[in-house]
């Protein structure tokens, strides 16, 4: 059975940071395109960032220079470093697994607020 379980999330002022951590379990982890994707309230659901078996990264234009992505095969676990945070980064926050023909797997949630 796969398992992804994110952590990381909490308050943090607008330029603060956080890291966010999502282990996997269950899974050939290494052959997966991983990622997250986060929902604000009222809107819809939004890709963040990507990171491909090859560790080719993709972000969303609102995060570029500002939030990084990493995996660590070896520890079966896919981060995102978040720095510089703004209001509107505030969601909840999941990661995902990818692989041509499975379906999607993915985490709980955790939840991100930046306020002051």
């Known amino acids: 059975q796969v398992l992804l379980v994110e952590s990381g999330g909490g308050l943090v002022q607008p330029g603060g940071s956080l890291r966010l951590s999502c282990a996997a379990s269950?899974?050939?982890?290494?052959?997966?395109?991983l990622g997250w994707y986060r929902q604000a309230p009222g809107k819809q659901r939004e890709l963040v960032a990507v990171i491909t078996s090859s560790r080719s990264t993709k972000y969303v234009d609102s995060v570029k220079g500002r939030f990084t992505i990493s995996r660590d095969n070896a520890k079966n676990t896919v981060a995102l470093q978040m720095d510089s945070l703004k209001p509107e980064d505030t969601a909840v926050y999941y990661c995902f697994a990818a692989r041509p023909g499975e379906s999607n797997y993915w985490g709980q949630g955790t939840q991100v607020t930046v306020s002051s």
């Open positions: 269950g899974m050939l982890f290494s052959i997966y395109t």
